[in-house]
Each structure stands twice: as structure tokens, then as C-alpha cells.
């Protein structure tokens, strides 16, 4: 049986800026990261390095030929869909209910997701609510966003709610004068 586990699927991205601030963000969620080529970049660790805060390695990542290879290779089950034309938040699905990996997707920045797979999904099509005449948020924090509403409603599973570094009493210890 498959474990609770987020896993973020970018498809074709086009930044590398951005790719590497989502590294960052699924190493320090323990979150998968599926690449879908091709990219609007070169996939090198000097393009990654400054954005994943040096988290490149850390990150678990796998890249793709297209999206039929991915959906040869992974079969995911569980999959929500990040589109400007969603009809619901991701906070209305109720992720308690799911008891296996989590598959959450987003398109390349210039165009998004392709609409055949929306239309073919669009029961889990979501969006972030936002002004009515705003167009998009920058992936990464979409990324973000939706990462941790799973997260959230998993009750942050495995992650640590308190400061490990410098100890979860730090600012009690610190002294006032």
C-alpha cells in the first residue's frame, strides 16, 4: 500500500529560477519532484543553486521524455490539477480522505496545463481565488501554496512543528538586556 506523500508534477517548465526555489520547497517537504520535458532552460545545478538555497541535492526529482512518460512510468492516482480555469479551491477537496500519494500538477508559465488533460480531469481542477482581473501567481509559490494545504489537512505529516537547529525554546532562552 502507498503511503501518504505529496508529489509535485511541473510540467515543461520554462524558469529555472523557478524550478529551483520548487527544489527548495520539496526538500523541505519531503515532497517528490516530477520534471517534465522538455524545458525552457539547461537542467544544470548552476541554474538551481542560488533559488533551491543550495537544496538541489537534497531534492528527490525525477525527469520525464513527455507526459506520457510520466503517466507510463508513475500511474498516479490521486491527482489535482492547478489551472485558471478551476472551478473550486484546492482547500474544498478533503485530502484527510486520501491515504496515499498525492499528485499535484502545474503547467509551464506561458501557457499552463495542457487542456486536454484539464478537460479530462476536471473534477480535480482547481484554482487559487484571487482578483478578478489578476492572471496568475508565480509558480513557485503556487507550489507553495498548495503543498502545504495538503500538508495542512495531513497534519503536516513527518515535518517538524518546532525549531530543531537552535532548540524549540530559543527565544524563552534569549536573553532581554
Known sequence: ??????????????????????????ALIDAKLHLIEPFGFIFDKRNFARTSANNFEA??????????????????NKSFFLTRYGKKPLSSFNFNEINEEVYL???KESTGLPLNLL?????????????????SLNI?????IASYEV????????LSKVEVEKGSDYIEKIDSN
Open 105 to 107: 500538477f502545474f503547467g
Open 151 to 158: 500538508l495542512r489537512q495531513w497534519d503536516y505529516l513527518n
Open 59 to 76: 531534492c528527490e526529482y525525477e525527469r520525464y521524455d513527455d507526459l506520457n512518460d510520466f503517466f507510463d512510468k508513475v500511474k498516479p
Open 140 to 144: 513557485s509559490n503556487c507550489v507553495g
Open 119 to 135: 478537460k479530462n480531469n476536471i473534477n480535480h481542477c482547481f484554482r487559487f481565488p484571487m482578483v478578478d482581473n489578476g492572471r
Open 1 to 26: 500500500m502507498k503511503m501518504r506523500k505529496v508529489n509535485i508534477v511541473l510540467f515543461e517548465p520554462e524558469i529555472a529560477a523557478n524550478v529551483g526555489a520548487i527544489m527548495r520547497t520539496c
